[in-house]
């Protein structure tokens, strides 16, 4: 297990569900005292038109822990849009986070030198609060199990090697 002392910086993706109610979700987790401290800080302090960074939440006045910024990758485009993104999505990341925390970390006291940032997507068009939530839940928790196991990225390779190609939900080869 890292602690304190350790050197951390994982960074993990994770794509769950399918059409429009699906998760796309990047993590970069790390000592809140390092580089991944200063990205949180920085993109914390920086929102942009569509995309306000902020802090993952068990409820109202509840963050999560570690503390855990949620970065928007879809513009808020309508009222359901945003629903969507700041409610099922923010809760179901917020369990996500807590069963992979508790899994890893003894005590939540552990988790404080520590930082996470998500990129999470919500499509525009996402119409089921349940499947967004389930999605987003599946989705954090196994990006986060894949940034503790370290990216790998020889898979790709051997992929190439066979003929294949990059695949991805969204590609059209037309």
């Known amino acids: 297990m890292n602690t304190s002392s350790d050197a951390v910086y994982e960074v993990g993706e994770s794509f769950v569900g399918d059409g429009v109610n699906c998760a796309h979700i990047n993590t970069v987790f790390g000592h809140r005292l390092g580089p991944v401290g200063t990205a949180f ?12 960074p902020f802090l993952v939440v ?44 508790t899994r890893r970390f003894p005590s939540e006291d552990d988790t404080v030198p520590f930082v996470l940032l998500t990129a999470v997507w919500v499509d525009p068009a996402a119409d089921s609060d349940r499947a967004v939530y389930d999605n987003n ?29 990059p695949w991805n939900p969204y590609l059209r080869l037309d």
């Open 137 to 165: 839940r599946a989705a954090i928790f196994r990006a986060l199990e894949r940034g503790e196991a370290g990216i790998r990225p020889g898979d790709g390779r051997l992929d190439v090697r066979r003929g294949s190609t």
């Open 58 to 101: 068990w409820k109202p006045d509840v963050p999560v822990a570690p503390a855990t910024l949620f970065i928007n990758k879809a513009a808020i485009v309508n009222d359901r849009h945003g629903e969507l993104t700041w409610g099922a999505a923010q809760a179901g990341v917020a369990l996500g986070i807590t069963e992979y925390m």
């Open 41 to 52: 800080a920085t993109a914390l302090a920086t929102p942009s038109a569509g995309h306000v």
